[in-house]
């Protein structure tokens, strides 16, 4: 499988333009036999801002903490992701969501960029002394881990555990929770815990988004358990969509040696790099889903009240209407921004650390690796967000150039 390959899409076709918002069977996943299932960003953009166009997951049923430790875990775990903000009814969701912003903000990240830079030029330092890097496991994932880690506070201790847990609560991305087990409660539970625990120490300087957390407590606008909920869901988001998407990118641009020697002499902007990687994904293999509460006027025809409604960001990414040559892989690229998080009311709260960390690890690369070698050694796997992803991308040590 090569780059170009990567991402690409294989369960949602494409609709033709005359019949992009008619009901279509798609079966499994969990879906309603006849949905709508779209294709076009520009009905994307409309559906994900209307407020008639709602994710509406069931809350977990609470359960009897009970005596036994476990039963204790299990409903513990069940209350805080009742608290999630992904599913919340519209006056909750835009309360939570509001909070999570406001800890991820544009300002809050800003004052991390100079050390996230720095630990990724830590990271790559650690090349020669093993021989090389597999980019994926040794520098993408740790990066963008532990950037988030930081900010919300919680000790290099503690972080192999919670990146324990947050994998057996990834299957809740792939649709919302329909079909997660017990583990994802237990998990939830024992990362709850971590979190909290940590909130109740004191805080390192560099913890911004936890002491905004936890100062929404205090001044009323969350609880301390939905303040918990929420990181929680931000952790698990984090660790798995802005890793894929780093490592994708990589990927691409190990393939393209034009481009990547075009970003060394300064002649093609960083930003470009991102926006394209992330068009193409993942995390674009992720499918959102909502239900039309009303009547929806979308660009193409009206979807009905009480239809459900499937958004695979994949094909959306690459709607040829708004994308000309949508699988190329083309930084200079003009036209509209991609989708890859969300739109509208549901723009996803983290987008600003996940464009600073993907910026961070790609300048710092870039500084250091003169050209891919002709040897890297390129392995594909399915994703837990659906579709494909990079599973080792490794060069030599003799490869990068660290001062």
């Known amino acids: 499988m090569t780059g170009a390959e990567l991402g690409r899409p294989g369960d949602f076709p494409p609709a033709a333009a005359d019949d992009r918002l008619k009901p279509r069977r798609i079966g499994g996943s969990g879906l309603a036999a006849d949905a709508v299932v779209v294709s076009s960003l520009a009905d994307t953009r409309f559906i994900l801002s209307s407020p008639d166009a709602r994710f509406t997951r069931e809350p977990p049923a609470q359960a009897t903490a009970g005596g036994n430790p476990l039963e204790s875990a299990f409903a513990r775990g069940r ?94 991305l792939k649709g919302g929770g329909a079909d997660i087990g017990p583990s994802h409660y237990f998990a939830v539970a024992a990362t709850g815990q971590l979190v909290a625990e940590a909130w109740r120490g004191s805080l390192p300087p560099e913890a911004s988004a936890g002491r905004l957390l936890v100062a929404a407590v205090e001044r009323g606008e969350l609880s301390f358990d939905e303040a918990v909920a929420q990181a929680a869901l931000l952790l698990l988001g984090n660790s798995y969509t802005t890793a894929d998407a780093l490592c994708g990118l990589l990927a691409r641009l190990s393939e393209r040696p034009d481009l990547w020697a075009a970003a060394r002499r300064g002649e093609l902007a960083i930003e470009a790099l991102v926006e394209e990687g992330l068009r193409l994904g993942p995390p674009t293999h992720m499918v959102l889903l909502r239900r039309a509460t009303s ?85 594909y796997g399915a994703s837990v967000l659906g579709g494909t992803s990079v599973t080792a991308l490794r060069v030599g040590a003799e490869a990068i150039r660290c001062p």
């Open 79 to 172: 209350a805080l992701t009742g608290l999630w903000m992904w599913g919340s009814p519209p006056e909750t969701h835009q309360r939570l969501r509001k909070a999570a912003a406001a800890a991820l903000g544009a300002g809050v990240v800003a004052g991390r960029r100079h050390a996230i830079r720095d630990h990724a030029t830590a990271l790559l330092a650690a090349a020669d002394e093993k021989g090389g890097i597999d980019l994926v496991e040794e520098y993408a994932r740790p990066l963008i881990r532990d950037a988030l880690f930081d900010l919300v506070g919680i000790s290099p201790a503690d972080r192999s555990r919670i990146e324990a847990h947050l994998q057996a609560m990834a299957e809740f």
């Open 295 to 379: 009547d929806l006027a979308c660009p193409s025809g009206t979807i009905a009240a009480g239809t459900e409604i499937v958004l695979p960001l994949t094909r959306i990414n690459r709607d040829p209407a708004a994308f000309p040559d949508p699988e190329r892989f083309d930084p200079a690229r003009p036209g509209p921004r991609h989708v890859a998080f969300g739109a509208g009311r549901h723009l996803c709260p983290g987008l600003h650390l996940a464009r600073a960390t993907l910026r961070a690890g790609l300048e710092a690369l870039l500084q250091v690796l003169p050209r891919w070698p002709d040897d890297v050694d390129r392995r």
